[in-house]
């Protein structure tokens, strides 16, 4: 006899292993399947973000930026520092660590929640109509198993797009993984791709001595950013030595040539260009994970760019199948899975106990983005170029770091924070930051746009002195042309 469950989950990112909690929170006997291995052939719960994405990358860009704070900044502080050098294998072994000790760490929340784990590639195989469940192959390198669950959520991600004439190896060729594991600088790095990835990975080793050029196809710089805000952006970036930025390029060819990489392009102005590199870095987006999920066989519903398509509670065609994350529409962001695999695992729940309401959906519109560069980039809601195309009147008021006390004594005073609010009620449209920790401060902003808080409502509350939080608070003020401190 088969094992059953009441849920099955197919991929254990963010968006599958927390789907998996809280099923298992709210009762459901809860499986989750997954086919990840690490760069030692063992099962690694936490998907791509956890492992070769968000957390390692982040752990490289605190220590690429500490680096580079000694070298060329903590002299401001009246401090010197002679023959600073790095270790790029311990930053290695430091950031493997990390990503071990979260793998482990999921590993173990399964085992509290009592979540049963299974490793291996998960494959939808037909619905049994009179036991009301879906039948579900399990195949690894030792063996095969079939189960059987009555809800299932696929959670597969997503994987990196590929260029056809240049194909990853991760030795000459990188994609994200290979370029979180390089063992030593290159001299001169190239990225195809100025996305979240390409930027923070041409930031990591531009930090650590590579001279690093990134060829964009997008005419312009950042544009799913605020126009200011990507202005600003490319404008604090151009000043950075060893740093290179051409948007507007048409990538002709890649040819990895002896110890080298050479990439034929035309540039902006049509101009055929030629960039010899010692590693190139290949980011130019990703794309949904449903391969050999069975979705096809089953009559699963795709869109054109093959994403599965869902309605706002994340229901696919298929009965009692959901789909969440990178492999759904929205934007690819580990918090919005997790927020979606939460939202789901409560609806399963409501319809096991007979409950009819679902609770609400998703708002992508207050769904924060980061970018950790340096400085941080990030923002939630509308930008000024969607409020202008959607004939949105709105007002704007926005305040820049070098006046704020806190970032003058941290010495990082470079960008500012701007907020959109309607002209007519002062509801906050969009925040958008520039500056440093921002990571951190948009979550306000998060906040008041969930709330439905007007600029006003901002500038009433009492931020603490002296934080970086007051230029948010200014900012606001200056909605109404109000600002105290410049």
Same mark, same amino acid.
Request: aromatic share 6%; glycine share 8%.
């Given at each position: ?29 809860? &499986? ?56 790029? %294998? ?9 990503? *071990?000790?979260?793998?482990? /760490? ?31 192959? !399990? ?6 198993? *079939?189960? +059987? ?43 195809? /791709? ?45 000043? +950075? ?12 060819? &890649? ?6 990489? !050479? ?38 519903? !795709?869109?054109?760019? /093959? ?23 929205? %934007? ?64 704007? /008021? ?67 002195? %002296?934080?970086?939080?007051? &230029? ?15």
């Amino acid at each position: 006899m088969l094992e059953t469950f009441d849920v099955a989950i197919i991929g254990a990112g963010p968006g599958g292993y927390v789907a998996a909690i809280r099923c298992a929170q709210l009762g459901l006997n809860t &499986v989750c399947i997954d086919e990840w291995k690490n760069s030692r052939g063992k099962a690694s719960l936490g998907g791509t973000c956890l492992n070769v994405g968000c957390i390692p990358s982040k752990a490289l860009l605190e220590s690429s930026e500490n680096y580079f704070k000694i070298q060329h900044k903590i002299s401001a502080h009246g401090i010197s520092a002679e023959n600073v050098s790095v270790n790029i %294998p311990a930053m290695i072994a430091r950031k493997d660590k990390i990503v *071990t000790t979260f793998t482990a /760490g999921i590993t173990s929340l399964f085992k509290k929640n009592k979540v049963k784990s299974m490793h291996g590639r998960g494959t939808l195989l037909n619905r049994e109509e009179s036991i009301n469940a879906w039948k579900i192959k !399990v195949d690894n390198s030792d063996a095969t198993e *079939t189960i +059987e669950a009555k809800h299932v959520i696929v959670a597969t991600g997503s994987i990196p797009r590929q260029l056809s004439f240049a194909p990853v190896d991760n030795e000459m060729i990188l994609d994200n993984a290979g370029a979180l594991a390089l063992m030593e600088v290159p001299k001169r790095l190239g990225v195809i /791709g100025a996305g979240v990835i390409g930027l923070e990975m041409g930031s990591v080793w531009r930090r650590l001595g590579a001279e690093v050029t990134i060829l964009e196809a997008m005419p312009g710089f950042l544009m799913a950013a605020d126009e200011q805000i990507a202005k600003e952006a490319k404008s604090i970036f151009a000043k +950075e030595p060893g740093l290179q930025i051409n948007t507007g390029v048409n990538i002709k060819s &890649v040819k990895v040539s002896g110890n080298s990489v !050479v990439v034929g392009y035309g540039d902006s102005n049509n101009q055929e260009q030629v960039m010899e590199v010692d590693k190139l870095i290949v980011a130019i987006g990703r794309i949904p994970n449903t391969i050999g999920l069975g979705l096809e066989e089953n009559g699963l519903s !795709v869109d054109e760019r /093959g994403f599965i398509i869902v309605d706002q509670n994340c229901r696919t065609n298929l009965t009692n199948v959901y789909a969440v994350g990178d492999v759904v529409r929205g %934007p690819m962001l580990a918090h919005k899975a997790s927020e979606e695999g939460v939202a789901v695992a409560e609806m399963i729940k409501h319809l096991e106990t007979n409950q009819t309401s679902v609770d609400e959906a998703i708002d992508f519109n207050t769904i924060p983005w980061v970018i950790y560069t340096a400085p941080e980039i990030a923002w939630v809601g509308k930008n000024e170029q969607e409020l202008r195309a959607a004939g949105i009147a709105y007002k704007a /008021g926005q305040f820049p770091f070098i006046a704020n006390g806190r970032a003058r004594a941290i010495n990082e005073t470079s960008g500012f924070i701007k907020i959109l609010a309607d002209e007519k009620t002062d509801r906050v449209l969009g925040v958008h930051m520039i500056g440093p920790h921002v990571s951190e401060l948009i979550s306000e902003a998060v906040m008041a746009m969930k709330f439905s808080a007007s600029s006003q409502d901002i500038a009433c509350i009492v931020h603490a002195h %002296p934080s970086l939080s007051e &230029v948010f608070h200014e900012a606001a003020l200056g909605v109404d042309k109000r600002t105290l401190h410049i």
